[in-house]
């Protein structure tokens, strides 16, 4: 007897395979015996009619010897067609042909009469010859209707033996097949139970199921089975949760008495996760899963589990959770900038709602001017206020809080120590009763006050206020001191970034010209735009030289702060005492490359990357002389109104230690011509390429009004954001020319007597300009400078006379480059006082080297009002009490 479920399967299965294979067994015998007879019927029929209607066949039956024809004939269809017998035969039965030639003219047996009603006549028959076959009868008529002849077609049946030789093979691989596949089944059938059962038998399997009954029943969580509207299962834990009467085994669910919702989702079957229902005192978290059968719902499971003191320990837990996304919300809030004041705000504006309604922040008023505090300093200013409504009573901004809350106790603001205050139930907490009458009547019923304190340095105090929610508790106070103290080293680090930007302007502003020198050369105007970062090392500046000349400066030091501002000052120091010798633009910029390269790298003003771009412009001439160490080449603002940016060529910034010399670029400006010089901070904007910002430059050169005013005013507007990522420094000067008419020059020779002729002809040229007060001191520059150049220079000598409208210029050039010098002569010494009287009666004066040559110059200022008259010869003798 079969001992397990998988092999009664496998029986069965191999009865009806059985079962089956027989039936198409019988199936196929009665198929194949009606097909052969069938195709049987079908050929002699054909053949009979063909036989009977071919040409020729009745008019041999009607002839004399109708077997002479027909026998040949009959026997050829015969041969062709593959039938048994093709016979013809009168209407009397007498065969005109036959297979075996010996049987003709013999009687034809059988019925052939029905075929003379006009239609073929078929019968099967046995027979000794033939065995089984089918013969067809067919008459042939003459043109009156009367039949003169017959045709019988026999045919042999085929064996039904035969055709289910063809077909066994198919039957016995199917059923094979069958076979194969049962057993394979009922092993894969075997093979899975046993995996389900983990090997167990019937009896372990009984065993089983009770221990799963015993579990069900021993576990602290309810568990309930539903199906049909009714409670099919409920365990021990379950009934006593949900409070279950001992009724029939599957009651309804609407009889139950439970809640509506908990009804309706244990009747529902829908899936459920951690869903909490009231029963009772009792708070249930249900958990559901339907059950499915055959694509259906067939019921469902649910678990219960009690979490009323879950639900307690959740909510505190969820409220600890939300301050902790409150504290780092208000990370990413507060210290977004480096200012005080917005510091101040932030932390009282992430506050509010969340968890105050109103929030008031008071800072000690050093903090506010980025100074460290005193220690118990307690001039407090209110810096930020925020509240879930406006209008409310509290001091505004900017009030001095000396009789604000928390004042009145000021030991513990100064000791750091954080306060939680029932408003309603003290009186201590203002000084100014009416004020808190204000508050109270306002709403405010709680208070927390929590001093910023930041490295043992209290920076001010933060106020949280509820009105509308619930009073302040030990919790909130501790959450109050966490917030306050994120806040304090922001505001910590903003006040020190006060102090120090505060430092670095002052210490800029010290090194920036404050006012750019008058300059009969060229008027000026010029901005300053400092970074949102910072104090940057921009710089400019505008040198007189001699000769009526102008030097103009431009230069930008990398970084921000104290050190870029430190590094500027000594660049721009640097770039005065070079120009004071008077050098070229390419000669000044090697000079100063070399400076920058001998700065210490380990000092605070240490070079880590400078640029500067220096010109020197010529009224006199026009001619302007510029080169550039990595900086922007300026752009010129024709008198036509046309903008030109002159192709400079370029070397390295300062300080790189390639030592490349700067190449020079020298331009002719016509009068009136704007010259433009900045920093590489207008171009370098975000989102913005340096073609777009040289476009954008020239369009706002071109719509100004042409002035250096109007012109930065334009080009700041064009080009510079609100808030600049870079410093930008923007000098803007427009040339002047001097008036041909003041502007004197003599070619001498190197004879003494020259002084005298070049002497008068000064003489007459400053009486011509009206500097008649300037003849005599003039007369001596002169005779001074050009007796050393024709004793001691070389050909060719020249002279020239500049005046403009603030000084007047002589200049003695000849082609040497020795260079007097100014000394203290002995009271010995028959020379030497020369130079003395020059500078004794000049401004200042110097010498000036040009490619082959030299210039000494000396300048004296034209005042408006001449006053006491110059010494004469006299005077100056009585200077030298020895001659």
């Not at 090997?199 to 021993?218: F, I, S």
């Not at 106020?463 to 994120?486: G, S, V, Y």
């Amino acid at each position: 007897m079969p001992r397990s479920l998988a092999t009664r399967v496998f029986l069965l299965q191999l009865v009806v395979i059985v079962v089956l294979a027989g039936a198409a067994l019988a199936a196929l015998v009665v198929q194949a015996r009606q097909r052969t007879t069938q195709e049987a019927y079908d050929r002699s029929m054909s053949v009979a009619e063909s036989f009977a209607n071919a040409p020729g066949t009745r008019a041999a039956m009607e002839s004399a010897d109708p077997s002479a024809v027909l026998q040949p004939a009959a026997e050829q269809t015969r041969m062709k067609a593959g039938v048994a017998y093709v016979v013809a035969f009168d209407p009397n039965g007498i065969r005109w042909s036959h297979p075996d030639p010996s049987l003709i003219g013999g009687h034809v047996s059988g019925a052939f009469a029905p075929a003379f009603s006009g239609r073929p006549f078929q019968e099967t028959f046995d027979s000794t010859l033939f065995g089984r076959a089918v013969d067809t009868t067919v008459a042939v008529f003459d043109p009156a209707g009367k039949p003169v002849g017959l045709v019988s077609v026999g045919i042999q049946v085929k064996s039904v033996q035969e055709h289910l030789q063809a077909q066994l093979p198919v039957l016995f691989a199917a059923t094979g097949v069958a076979l194969v596949l049962a057993a394979g089944g009922s092993a894969l059938v075997s093979r899975r139970l046993r995996r389900q059962t983990h090997g167990l038998g019937p009896a372990e399997m009984t065993r089983m199921y009770e221990h799963h009954d015993a579990v069900l029943h021993a576990v602290r969580e309810g568990v309930v089975i539903t199906g049909d509207g009714r409670l099919q299962l409920a365990n021990d834990e379950a009934r006593r949760l949900l409070d279950l009467p001992a009724t029939d085994p599957a009651p309804r669910l609407d009889a139950l008495g439970l809640p509506p919702d908990l009804a309706d989702l244990l009747g529902s079957g829908r899936t459920a996760t951690d869903e909490v229902h009231p029963v009772g005192d009792r708070l249930l978290a249900v958990n559901q899963r339907p059950v499915r059968r055959a694509g259906r719902t067939d019921g469902a499971v649910a678990t219960l589990r009690d979490t009323t003191e879950l639900r307690a320990l959740a909510g505190r837990a969820e409220t600890a959770h939300r301050r902790l996304d409150l504290l780092y919300a208000a990370g990413l809030r507060i210290g977004t900038t480096l200012d005080v004041t917005r510091t101040a705000e932030e932390l009282a504006a992430a506050a509010v709602p969340e968890f105050a309604d109103y929030t008031t922040v008071e800072l000690l008023e050093p903090v506010l001017e980025g100074a460290e505090p005193e220690p118990g300093s307690l001039r407090v200013r209110r810096t930020a206020r925020v509240g879930v409504r406006a209008g409310f009573p509290l001091y505004p901004l900017g009030h001095p809080v000396g009789t604000a809350p928390v004042s009145t106790i000021p030991a513990d603001l100064v000791a750091g120590r954080a306060l939680l205050i029932d408003l309603a139930a003290r009186d201590d907490w203002c000084a100014d009763p009416e004020h808190a009458r204000e508050l109270l009547d306002f709403g405010l019923h709680s208070l927390v006050s929590v001093p910023l304190q930041a490295g043992g340095l209290v920076l001010g105090v933060a106020n949280f206020w509820r009105a509308e929610q619930q009073p302040f508790t030990a919790d909130d106070l501790a959450f109050a001191e966490e917030l306050a103290l994120r806040a304090a080293v922001c505001l910590d680090n903003a006040r020190r970034y006060t102090r120090e930007h505060a430092t670095a302007t002052a210490l800029q502003r010290s090194l920036l010209p404050g006012e750019l020198p008058a300059h009969s050369a060229v008027d000026t105007a010029w901005r300053y735009r400092p970074a949102e970062a910072g104090v940057g090392g921009d710089w400019f500046d505008v040198i007189p030289l001699s000769g009526a000349r102008v030097a103009l400066a431009v230069g930008d030091v990398v970084g921000h702060g104290v050190g870029a501002a430190a590094t500027m000052g000594r660049l721009r120091t640097a770039v005065h005492n070079f120009a004071a010798l008077d050098l070229e633009p390419d000669e000044l910029l090697a000079q100063l490359d070399e400076f920058a390269t001998r700065l210490d790298p380990n000092a605070d003003g240490a070079v880590t990357g400078a640029t500067c771009l220096y010109a020197v412009y010529d009224p006199a001439t026009g001619h302007c002389a510029l080169a550039s160490a990595g900086h922007p080449p300026p752009a010129l603002l024709h008198p036509d109104g046309t903008v030109h940016v002159p192709e400079l060529p370029l070397s390295p910034p300062l300080g790189t230690g390639a030592a490349l010399p700067a190449e020079l670029l020298d331009l002719h400006l016509d009068e009136g011509t704007l010259l433009v010089l900045f920093t590489d901070g207008l171009l370098q904007q975000r989102h913005r390429d340096t073609d777009e910002a040289f476009g954008l430059l020239a369009r706002a050169l071109a719509g100004s009004d042409g002035t250096p005013e109007g012109a930065c005013t334009a080009v700041l507007d064009a080009l510079l954001p609100e808030r600049p990522e870079d410093d930008v420094a923007l000098l803007a000067a427009r040339t002047r020319r001097l008036d041909p008419d003041r502007i004197a020059e003599w070619r001498l020779e190197r004879d003494p007597a020259a002084v005298s002729r070049i002497r008068a002809e000064v003489t007459a040229t400053l009486e011509r300009w009206g500097l008649e007060h300037k003849v005599f001191a003039t007369e001596l520059i002169i005779s001074e400078l050009v007796t050393n150049t024709i004793r001691y220079g070389t050909e060719p000598v020249r002279m020239r006379l500049l005046c403009d409208d603030r000084h007047l210029i002589c200049e003695v050039a000849d082609g040497s480059s020795t260079s007097p010098h100014l000394r203290r002569a002995a009271d010995t010494d028959e020379g030497g006082r020369g130079l003395y009287l020059v500078a004794r009666f000049c401004e200042r004066w110097g010498t000036r080297y040009l490619a082959r040559g030299k210039i000494i110059w000396a300048e004296q200022t034209l005042a408006e009002d001449p006053g006491p008259a110059e010494p004469d010869a006299d005077a100056l003798l009585d200077q030298w009490g020895d001659l």
